[in-house]
């Protein structure tokens, strides 16, 4: 649902995984997916990093954003999380908490607690908040079905978005508009999903929001954000054209559309394959629209990976070094954000979880907040980084 190359390789891969695991060294994974053997080795690359500046000084050295997803939940109580995320983060985007089950659960009633509270902890530590996300296909609220149709659906569609937009103008970097609107499976010739607002509203609803959240604030970046089109396979391609073609489109309106958010919720053994020529080409053609491009949910799922820990963790930091010294040679990349800071607090771990009960390792700093290979390989793609 939210990346289903996950979803689809967690039904495939638990036996296979499962099997790899078993009849694996330490030193090579072999894996089957497609019929085609994958021999994911131990990787040699090094991962030096020079001196101790976070990901936040290391990327606004180059002019970048560096910044990760939270929730209130775990954020409220866990000092070392908040430590940590004051330390490395120049920019915070709520997990959950601005979505619209959450803060309109019950008809005409907006609940921003808990949004105030992180826009207030980002403000305070002076960090950048951006907004996730306005309109999408998933954590509507449970009156949705009941209260919401063709007649009224345009009034509430428009009254959300302009409420939450306003509540939160002027403290709003950037938000995702729209979320995932993308889904060829669906059939349609603009390779939209057959989601509730489409069905409702038409296609124009995704030109519609931009529109409305522009009016509320003028001032915050306006971004399209989208999942699973990282890789050099025949349906993240189809992907990557449905995008490209919705961009097109919205631009060719006037729309007040500002970036692509690429989620980048990448495979642990997705190293064969990533097409770093390709997926440059793709990021040119977006730039070459006037949009800037925002990587907003960066982790690196190991559900398939072997246990060997320091192993695991190499392939894991060679599978962020590679991608983001890719999409950092495009000057309209201005932000990346990971989705999440330690392995304390992953959605992969419900999401992704491995065959062996594992904990996940798919994020920068371990449990306890130390930072891994994983943050090296981070550190390391801004240092690289042409400077904005
Ligand atoms: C996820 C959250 O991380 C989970 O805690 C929640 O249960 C489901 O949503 N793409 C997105 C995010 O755009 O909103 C999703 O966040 C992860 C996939």
């Given amino acids: 649902m939210f990346n289903n190359r996950i979803t689809r390789r967690r039904s495939l891969w638990l036996g296979l995984g499962a099997l790899a695991t078993i009849g694996m060294s330490n030193k090579f994974i072999h894996t089957y997916y497609g019929g085609n053997m994958r021999a ?42 908040a430590n ?16 619209w089950g959450f803060v309109q659960g019950i008809r005409n009633q907006f609940d921003f607690t808990q949004g105030d509270w992180l826009a207030n902890f980002a403000s305070t530590h002076n960090m950048l908040f951006r907004g996730h996300t306005l309109v999408w296909h ?13 007649q009224n659906a345009e009034g509430i569609f428009t009254e959300h978005i302009a409420t939450v937009t306003q509540h ?12 995932e609107a993308i889904d060829i499976d669906d059939g349609r010739a603009d390779g939209l999903r057959q989601a509730p607002w489409l069905q409702l509203l038409g296609p124009d609803y995704i030109e519609l929001a931009f529109r409305v959240a522009a009016e509320a604030d ?14 050099d396979t025949p349906r993240d391609e189809a992907r990557r054209i449905a995008i490209l073609n919705l961009l097109e489109r919205l631009k060719s309106r006037g729309t007040p559309i500002h970036g692509l958010g690429i989620q ?23 730039a070459s629209l006037g949009l800037k491009i925002f990587i907003t949910e960066l982790d690196v799922t190991d559900d398939v990976l072997a246990f060997d820990i320091d192993n695991r963790d190499r392939i894991i930091a060679e599978v962020y070094e590679d991608y983001l010294s890719t999409v950092l040679d495009e ?4 932000a990346v954000l990971t989705w999440g800071l330690s392995d304390k607090v992953t959605w992969l771990s419900d999401y992704a979880p491995r065959a062996d009960s594992e904990a996940v390792r798919p994020l920068p700093l371990n449990s306890n907040f130390q930072r891994k290979l994983a943050w090296n390989a981070i ?6 980084a042409p400077t904005r």
């Avoid at 998933?138 to 063709?150: C, G, K, R, S, T």
């Avoid at 550190?379 to 690289?384: C, L, P, T």
């Fill in 40 to 81: 994911l080795g131990e990787t040699n690359q090094d991962f030096t990093v020079v001196g101790t500046a976070s990901l936040r000084q290391r990327a606004a050295a180059k002019g970048l954003i560096y910044g990760a997803a939270a929730n209130y939940e775990t954020l409220s109580v866990d000092t070392g999380l």
């Fill in 331 to 334: 000057p309209a990349v201005i």
């Fill in 264 to 286: 980048s919720h990448l495979l642990g053994d997705g190293k064969p394959y990533f097409n770093a020529q390709k997926f440059r080409q793709f990021l040119a053609d977006v």
């Fill in 168 to 179: 939160y103008a002027g403290q709003m970097h950037s938000w995702d508009v729209v979320n």
């Fill in 379 to 384: 550190a390391r793609a801004f240092d690289n």
């Fill in 138 to 150: 998933l954590v509507l609220p449970e009156w949705f079905d009941e209260i919401v149709n063709q």
């Fill in 84 to 99: 940590s995320l004051i330390q490395e983060c120049g920019m915070l985007v709520p997990e959950g908490e601005l979505k």
């Fill in 218 to 231: 003028p001032n915050a970046l306006l971004v399209y954000n989208e999942t699973a089109f990282e890789y």
